[in-house]
């Protein structure tokens, strides 16, 4: 996107610092009534009152989370803020506000910033988050982004890593697998485009996955969904790096074990499709894929009858005591150790 | 530093993220009775009851903001937290908790990444704000730091950049100037060593400029000092980007004018002495010099009597009506414009 010759650059340095910022945010407006002061003075002011603020960071940095090549800015921006609202889900509360860091090499003009802060602000404006302040800076090599992200909620609401019970059952919310699938289909396209780019690829088949990847959504209608079923989750995490790595985690922090049903991992049917066609397992895909940006609970097995017809969520298995260990039991019936094999940032230096 | 051939080296990725995270945190204690969950979750939760919270965010760049050559990575890691903690102090609020985000290049073995987290922790212990979260990755190019800060205050005494009025004093703590020009003494030193590697420095005489520019200090003194002799600013920033541009910012954001006397400005003996050595206008250096992270604040005239005498604060201007403009009364009883000359990150691209 970033090739596009026709496009209108300007130097960042013709702004300088206080000038980009006064640009980019210029048009933002705050909706919470908890942002009591935002961008503008050496910090934002938020009142919370009786609730509990839940805090949470990313850093995402270009050629290391995402590839400029087949990510759109704009797209970018959108993503890195739902990451981050995402882990504010996960502790079942409801975000309220997002700061946002940005450091950019000159290689990037002014305009190649606001589509990356125009994907931000959208996210904000659709989750209903206010831009409380940040940081802009030049960097040595590529692009990074830095989130923080605020919520709220009721001390009683709040949902850790480490309240699941052996006999718990182990809850996913949409389906799994889609998001990394749609990273394939794009560094193919990615490929073919460096051999022949004057191909035109028809990418309808795909829709699915590749807006998984390149538009996740966070699960910010679970708290209130729960909550109208009466469910309190014992234990959550989202699925960011993948539905193995995330149950181990789980089962980790509350010192459980688990048995996950193979057929019980909710796929997409398009997955199920290109998954053939690129010869993948899309067990495999769900388990170790990530960026799914779905939530993964545990509940009380008395609360079964409450979320077994909602269509939101999938029953993919149950916790156990830790000495029976961690499980995938296979559509053939087969119990094999469960291990992780999420992403891992710094695995390839 | 890095280029110390006999330490140990431990590379990154045989951590992986999670274990780098782990090994990273191990030892931290939680001390603030607001952090009711620290690292370990999807995010960290706070209780701040009927106080109002403030948050402040950097982003550090290696190459940027740092520089390895003459910045030991402790003192960085330690530097980096009081930077972020200056803007909570700015807000006239008490710093309580930190969220510390790393992204290296593959250049860092675990041993530097340890002594960066030492100085991190370091800080983190003598201001007695916990570590409640963060994010570890790995960069195509060089460090960059991204720390978020969080504290907290009763709303009466939150003070921003917006409520100088005319008549009201200007007052800034400490001294200014000597961070910047502890930064000439290494670049010169660092040149030095270029040429002749096996030089050995004296740099006893610069022993506080240098302190100043590699190990500075957040006035978190100042709120308490304040209160005890019962003055409440109007109007507060901390004095990151050179005293002329927090000056502006203030007078900007109160839309007020303001009368600055050069022969106020506080300096240090030692920083009169070297600027002499290095042929440099003092005030210059004052007026643009930053990263003293001293407090700059105006109060009502009425409150003079209350801090005339106290050895940490000097009065160095007034403000004016806006029409008046913003001046620099000189030492030969000039007025001159005064201009932000601020460093600014984006700059030098």
Redo the contacts between chains.
């Keep these: 996107m970033l090739e596009d010759k026709n496009q209108k650059k300007t130097?960042?340095?013709e702004?300088?610092?206080?000038g980009?910022i006064e640009h980019l945010t210029k048009n933002i407006t705050i909706n919470q009534e908890t942002t009591?002061?935002s961008i503008?003075?050496?910090?934002?002011?938020?009142?919370?009152?009786?609730k509990?603020?839940?805090?949470?960071?990313?850093?995402l940095?270009?050629?290391?989370?995402f590839d400029l090549a087949y990510m759109p800015l704009k797209h970018l921006g959108y993503k890195a803020v739902v990451a981050n609202l995402s882990?504010?889900c996960?502790?079942n509360?409801k975000p309220s506000?997002i700061?946002v860091?940005?450091?950019m090499?000159?290689r990037f003009p002014l305009e190649a910033i606001e589509e990356l802060y125009s994907g931000i602000q959208l996210a904000a404006k659709i989750y209903n988050v206010d831009i409380?302040?940040?940081?802009?800076?030049?960097?040595?090599?590529?692009l990074?982004i830095?989130i923080?992200?605020?919520?709220e909620t009721l001390?009683d609401d709040?949902t850790?890593?480490?309240g699941a019970q052996p006999t718990d059952l182990l809850v996913v919310t949409g389906d799994i697998g889609a998001a990394y699938m749609g990273l394939q289909v794009l560094e193919r396209e990615k490929q073919v485009f460096q051999v022949n780019p004057n191909n035109q690829p028809d990418l309808e088949q795909y829709s699915y996955l590749i807006e998984r990847q390149l538009k996740p959504e966070a699960r910010t209608d679970i708290k209130e969904l729960l909550s109208k079923l009466e469910v309190k989750p014992t234990a959550?995490?989202?699925i960011s790096d993948g539905l193995s790595s995330e149950i181990l985690h789980i089962c980790k922090?509350s010192n459980v074990g688990c048995n996950l049903y193979e057929d019980k991992i909710p796929a997409d049917p398009q997955l199920i499709n290109v998954c053939e066609e690129f010869n993948l397992d899309i067990t495999t895909i769900a388990l170790s894929g990530g960026e799914d940006y779905e939530l993964l609970f545990t509940i009380k097995m008395e609360d079964f009858d409450k979320i077994k017809a909602n269509p939101n969520f999938s029953i993919i298995g149950h916790m156990v005591e830790e000495k029976e260990g961690t499980h995938l039991i296979t559509r053939a019936n087969t119990k094999i150790p469960l291990k992780a094999r999420g992403w891992?940032?710094?695995?390839?230096?």
Tied chains: 1, 2.
């Design positions: 130097s960042l340095s702004l300088g610092e206080f980009l009591i002061k503008g003075d050496d910090a934002a002011v938020l009142d919370f009152n009786d509990k603020v839940v805090i949470s960071t990313d850093l940095v270009e050629g290391v989370h882990d504010i996960a502790m509360a506000q700061t860091s940005l450091a090499s000159n409380i302040g940040g940081d802009t800076t030049s960097s040595q090599k590529g990074i830095s923080t992200a605020i919520g001390l709040i850790y890593r480490n959550m995490i989202d922090q891992n940032a710094l695995q390839n230096e």
